[in-house]
């Protein structure tokens, strides 16, 4: 009998902010294969990270549990704990066979290849900033070893040598043509597992680096963009001097930079071209399913780890602040006769439901452990697609090697944003209603007092309702 369950292509670009698919409402950008994605399926615009920085987001959405709850909080960490439940080691014990292309970033990968826990992949493909040796030795770098195998040199190629971090360029003119550029190798791998022959289901996590600064597009995708047309970031003048007050809490926010100062439109042009070659890869990857005959029972999903400030308030990269643009994340869900076709849901959503709704998907219990809801109900119309949850989460626990071991964290329900920074006389309240763009912080407000005091309240009983259990309970003492 064949095995009908579902293959799925799980695609998770890298600190992609919500607002950035011409389809749900971004004129700026070229995106006709996502825009065809959301005419598939189903896009959830509110959906948000649990922790604005790598690690910690994708250990929650792997597992569909908060941060805190697993004990894996920052970048960096020796190794990943064993026995949380990775939605891929459950399904590769139930018969997927599992392939990864590009990033996983599930513990350390400074100066090193990250120590893999038992993920559950058979498939492999490692690749975390492009970049080559010394970081990584080619060896150990699956993108490397491709690109040495079409005989191109990386630093010839790149136009110079790039250097694994954060920074964000100022002229934008380097950058790898984009046939040998690392999104386009993880299509090629993504296809190449596609198609391979098997007998039970599949999943194929691709991974790329990009859109993460240091904003590097192939230089055919800068040049097409009208960077004077370009949007610039959302800016008040005042905000450099409100912004200081959070630089002991933060790497970002000891310098705010007014858009005026640099060249903004350029710097979101270049973000926006990374995200166009995104989009004509995914473009490759939805033909060559088609062409297989495998579309209409693949599951395809498309999000991101976190967002990117790109210049909004002042600020850039991401760290322990909570503005939308950092927290919230494009997730489109697709599956061809059984999830509702252009649907577009406003509920507020979690990366923590998408474990749960792989799992429902599949057939597969739902572990007590697991703290995500299943989004199965609206993405086959069985739900109000404007409802989900009544609130969702975020955080920031010493996530990041800085100075300051920062804590916070973020609440948001269906009109209002409350951050807390612990430890600091410190926090942000925004009516998200009244002022989407977050420019009114009312936390000293007195009118909002007891809106400040009910989501405080609402947020300390979530956090230690999802305080870890501990070992498994065998008796009654």
């Keep these: 009998m064949p095995d009908e369950r579902p293959n799925i292509l799980w695609i998770c670009t890298d600190q992609q902010r919500w607002d950035t698919i011409r389809a749900l409402g971004n004129a700026h950008i070229r995106t006709p294969h996502l825009d065809r994605l959301c005419a598939e399926g189903v896009a959830f615009s509110r959906a948000y990270c649990q922790s604005p920085i790598c690690t910690p987001s994708r250990a929650s959405f792997l597992t569909g549990q908060y941060p805190s709850t697993l004990h894996v909080t920052r970048n960096g960490n020796d190794y990943y704990p064993s026995d949380t439940g990775l939605i891929t080691r459950t399904l590769a014990d139930e018969g997927y066979d599992c392939g990864l292309v590009g990033k996983l970033h599930l513990s350390a990968a400074e100066g090193r290849v990250e120590v893999r826990p038992d993920d559950g992949y058979r498939l492999f493909l490692w ?159 939805l033909d060559a399913l088609d062409e297989s005959g495998q579309r209409d029972n693949t599951i395809v999903i498309f999000m991101s780890d976190h967002g990117e400030m790109l210049g909004d308030h002042g600020l850039l990269l991401k760290g322990c602040r909570f503005y939308e643009g950092v927290v919230r ?122 809106i400040r005091f009910t989501l405080m309240k609402r947020l300390f009983d979530a956090v230690m309702q999802a305080t870890d259990p501990g070992q498994p309970r065998v008796g009654r003492f």
């Design 329 to 450: 994340v494009p997730l489109i869900m697709s599956w061809p006769g059984h999830f509702a076709q252009g649907l577009r849901s406003d509920a507020l959503v979690e990366l923590t439901d998408v474990v749960p709704t792989l799992l429902e998907c599949v057939g597969l219990p739902i572990p007590e452990r697991v703290m995500g809801r299943s989004l199965l109900p609206i993405l086959t119309q069985r739900a109000d697609p404007s409802s989900h949850r009544d609130f969702v989460r975020c955080e920031y626990h010493d996530a990041l090697a800085l100075e300051h071991a920062s804590h916070a964290n973020m609440i948001v329900d269906e009109r209002y944003k409350l951050v807390v920074y612990h430890g600091q006389d410190l926090g942000e309240l925004y009516d998200l209603q009244e002022d989407p763009h977050e420019f009114e912080n009312l936390w000293d407000d007195p009118a909002h007092a007891e």
């Design 127 to 285: 690749s975390h900033h492009p970049g080559p040796e010394p970081f990584w030795p080619i060896e150990d770098h699956a993108y490397q070893r491709w690109l040495r195998d079409q005989g191109v040199n990386w630093r010839e190629a790149y136009g110079g040598d790039r250097q694994p971090g954060f920074k964000i360029q100022t002229d934008y003119s380097r950058g790898i043509a984009a046939r040998y550029h690392q999104m386009t190798w993880c299509a090629n791998e993504a296809i190449a597992f596609m198609s391979e022959p098997r007998q039970g289901p599949w999943l194929m996590s691709v991974n790329p680096f990009d859109p993460h600064p240091p904003m590097d597009p192939p230089p055919e995708y800068m040049a097409r963009m009208d960077i004077d047309a370009m949007p610039l970031p959302l800016f008040r003048p005042e905000e450099l001097e409100s912004q200081r007050a959070y630089a002991a809490i933060d790497h970002q926010t000891t310098t705010p930079r007014s858009p005026l100062d640099y060249d903004a439109r350029r710097m979101v042009a270049a973000y926006y071209a990374q995200i166009e070659l995104i989009d004509d890869q995914l473009g490759r990857i």
